[in-house]
């Protein structure tokens, strides 16, 4: 199973996800889960997560790594479930080449908590990447548990 969480740059939402999901399948010794993250937009390409993002992170023992990248049309091949942090991602998603929409879901609603979005917190202050963090850990527990192998 391979699984690709997305949001709009990369650098906030989708690698807290990546990264809460990584930690979840190394604690649980779960073979067969391949874990990866990217973005619709290409404005942070290259750079690392929102340092804000890291340390709120970090606090709860979670390591996020890695460098922003953006959606591939080759990715809709390469992962099994892709995951988008909000409608406008989802939306946008659905928009590109090459989707296979049956892939292509939102976090939350893969979450059982339907169609809510993962609120963004690039643009609030330090405690919403707090408030994401409780969102991403709770659902990718759930999730995890949907697509274990």
């Not at 290409?42 to 023992?61: M, Y």
């Not at 992962?79 to 090459?98: Q, V």
Request: hydrophobic share 40%; charged share 25%.
């Amino acid at each position: 199973m391979r699984i690709l969480f997305v949001c709009l740059g990369n650098i906030c939402r989708s690698p807290s996800a990546e990264a809460v999901m990584r930690g979840l399948i190394a604690s649980e010794g779960i073979e067969g889960v391949e874990i990866d993250s990217a973005g619709t937009g290409d404005w942070h390409v290259g750079n690392p997560a929102d340092p804000r993002a890291i340390a709120a992170a970090t606090e709860r023992g979670v390591e996020i790594n890695g460098r922003a990248r953006q959606v591939r049309p080759s990715d809709f091949g390469e992962y099994d479930l892709i995951l988008a942090m909000d409608r406008s991602n989802h939306a946008d998603l659905l928009a590109m080449e090459g989707v296979d929409p049956g892939k292509v879901r939102l976090f939350r609603e893969m979450a059982g908590e339907g169609e809510l979005d993962v609120p963004d917190p690039y643009y609030g202050g330090e405690g919403g990447f707090s408030d994401v963090l409780d969102i991403l850990e709770n659902g990718c527990a759930v999730i995890l548990e949907e697509v274990r192998p």
